[in-house]
């Protein structure tokens, strides 16, 4: 009887970040032309769509699986929270087309730049998560992730202050509020991601 073929999670965390930094450079090119929102939140729900299959082929391979390197509640962790991010950025995306956005913020652009910088950041992460035990670099990429999320959050209450201070009508303050608040969202997300992956290095460093 043919023996099945073993599944390497970490080059599935790392399948599954690479569709997140996908998903969200797109998001930032779909912000540099508001004429083509339709189009470009489409193609963004179908990057999304390639992370939610990969999630389930993740997750139905963990059912079966009888040994796994790391405990399972912290592999489904990791994928479902790069699962979320992408999720988010998909939520994003789908509110600049719904919401009829004619203008960006420059706040919005930021936020999409942190984000953009977070996934790449989650992405050499993973990357380095398959040698956790060894890495030199992972930590400090961990930290990079926290510390993007924190600089997201200032610049988050930032734009809600100035958006509740400055815009006069009511209808462009809920619509950029609900953005605001799933753009922060999406940085919460990537940064559940180094979390898990602290404690997965804590859990192992005491054997």
């Not at 599954?16 to 929102?37: E, H, P, T, V, W």
Request: aromatic share 8%.
């Amino acid at each position: 009887m043919k023996r099945a073929k073993e599944v390497n999670y970490f080059d599935m965390f790392i399948q599954i970040a690479d569709i997140c930094g996908k998903a969200a450079k797109a998001l930032d090119d779909m912000l540099c032309d508001a004429g083509s929102f339709s189009v470009k939140a489409q193609a963004i729900h179908d990057i999304e769509h390639e992370g939610d299959e990969l999630y389930h082929t993740l997750y139905h391979n963990l059912n079966r699986s009888f040994i796994t390197p790391i405990e399972r509640e912290d592999i489904l962790a990791i994928a479902r929270n790069i699962e979320d991010t992408i999720d988010t950025i998909d939520e994003v995306a789908i509110m600049f087309n719904l919401l009829s956005i004619r203008t960006i913020r420059p706040e919005a652009k930021e936020l999409v730049e942190l984000i953009v910088k977070s996934s790449s950041v989650l992405v050499d992460a993973t990357k380095e998560f398959k040698n956790y035990k060894k890495s030199k670099e992972l930590t400090k990429l961990l930290v990079e992730l926290n510390h993007i999320e924190e600089v997201g959050d200032k610049l988050y209450q930032d734009a809600i202050k100035t958006l509740f201070s400055n815009e006069k009508d009511v209808l462009e303050v809920v619509k950029w509020k609900n953005i605001f608040d799933t753009m922060e969202n999406v940085l919460d997300a990537c940064e559940n991601v180094a979390e898990v992956m602290e404690g997965v290095i804590v859990k192992n460093s005491q054997y």
